[in-house]
């Protein structure tokens, strides 16, 4: 899909603020759980939350022995 910037820590206040619950699962939330796969690969990292890319959701991806699990 697509690769997001990535926020860091004391410059982007987005990581500060409370997150929103996931109620509804529906394409425009699948297209952010490929967006945060895509970014996580991209970073060739192990975990990443939709707050890190300034999505202010509940929700996070994490690379468990080199497979992605929702």
């Known amino acids: 899909m697509a690769i997001r910037y990535v926020c860091k820590k004391g410059t982007d206040e987005c990581l500060e603020k409370v997150c929103h619950p996931v109620t ?9 759980v490929n967006d945060l796969k895509d970014t996580l690969e991209d970073e ?27």
């Open 24 to 32: 509804v699962f529906d394409r425009r939330l699948k297209r952010l």
């Open 44 to 70: 060739q990292g192990v975990g990443l939350a939709a707050p890190q890319i300034g999505t202010l959701r509940r929700l996070f991806v994490v690379n468990y022995e080199g497979e992605m699990k929702e």
